[in-house]
């Protein structure tokens, strides 16, 4: 059996095109997740705050959130009382000359 290392991105790994795209919605989606549960909401009292359906919610939980885009996940966090600051500066390093990355930090 042959082992390989993987990169910080699985999307990335299995191929995907819009692998750095995904990973922030996977890291989004995560968040929300988190402060769901942390306020202790049903899916449907957290889908009502955020606004959309109860399946829409429950989908994006579990990892399907290609119907929905990062600015609506940065939406749902507003919603659940969170600041969300984006910052944009000169990449630090790149293997691809000038291109930069996307990550998300939590604080």
Do not use: W
């Amino acid at each position: 059996m042959k082992i390989e290392k993987g990169s910080n991105n699985v999307y990335a790994d299995i191929g995907m095109p819009d692998a750095g795209e995904m990973l922030v919605k996977a890291h989004l989606a995560a968040k929300i997740g988190e402060i769901v549960k942390q306020r202790r909401l049903t899916q449907q009292q957290a889908a009502e705050i955020l606004g959309m359906t109860q399946p829409k919610l429950s989908n994006m939980l579990r990892g399907q959130f290609r119907g929905i885009s990062e600015a609506r996940m940065l939406d749902c966090l507003n919603r659940l009382g969170r600041d969300v600051e984006i910052v944009v500066r000169k990449a630090t390093r790149s293997k691809h000359a000038g291109a930069g990355r996307t990550k998300v930090v939590f604080a």
